[in-house]
């Protein structure tokens, strides 16, 4: 089970760009990388997941690089109500293994 | 399509005493997943049942913790004789597969206070 690292917590103004880095040096070939979102008393929710390269949808970008020992989640323009906890995981398609959550990151958007 | 539901939303218990919790997986999801989150940390997985089976509760204490997920009706996460450690929020998940698709979808947890 690949072991994710990411910062425990950022801050950063409305309107910028977040960039969230997830190191995941034991990333197996059969391993995707996911991305959840938690708000404040609610259960995660599902944003993102890639392979390689990018992955783009309507709430965020994933940035993976080829060697995939990290990836970056980037969030456009975000707003206050983007704050939460982003937690990185890694899952893997290959033979069933637990669904595990690390601490998260925890974004803090400043007016 | 209703989400995962979640009942009660907030329990209040005292020491000794039984907690139950429900959760009412999405409309055709038959995977469903506990898990525990204690104040200011990460979710700590419990246990993943199939309908009728538990298939991993390797998260589970080992005692006075259980969990089912019958044929019919909703999983129950049961604890017994609750004391204050086991204040926490506790999150259903559900998935209309295995956990290798990564997508969970999450209720909105139950809220356990033990006095």
């Known amino acids: 089970l690949a072991k994710t690292t990411q910062p425990i917590s950022m801050d950063s103004y409305e309107g910028q760009e977040v960039n969230i880095t997830c190191s995941h040096n034991n990333i197996a070939t059969n391993d995707y990388i996911t991305w959840y979102q938690q708000f404040p008393s609610q259960g995660p929710r599902f944003i993102i997941q890639g392979y390689k390269t990018k992955v783009t949808n309507e709430v965020a970008s994933l940035f993976i690089p080829a060697d995939r020992k990290s990836s970056t989640l980037s969030l456009p323009r975000v707003s206050l109500s983007d704050t939460a906890v982003y937690y990185c995981l890694v899952v893997s398609s290959g033979g069933y293994q637990k669904v595990t959550f690390g601490t998260g990151t925890k974004l803090q958007v400043i007016p | ?115």
């Open chain 2, 1 to 115: 399509n209703a989400g995962v539901m979640q009942n009660p939303r907030h329990l209040v218990r005292r020491r000794g005493q039984e907690a139950r919790l429900r959760c009412s997986p999405m409309k055709g999801h038959s995977h469903v997943y506990w898990y525990r989150q204690l104040p200011e940390e990460g979710l700590k997985f419990m246990v993943y049942l199939q309908k009728e089976n538990i298939i991993d509760e390797s998260g589970m204490p080992k005692e006075r913790f259980s969990a089912e997920f019958p044929k019919e009706g909703p999983s129950i996460l049961r604890i017994q004789q609750v004391v204050r450690g086991d204040s926490a929020a506790y999150f259903c998940a559900s998935s209309p597969r295995g956990p290798d698709t990564g997508e969970l979808f999450f209720g909105e947890g139950s809220r356990l206070t033990v006095l």
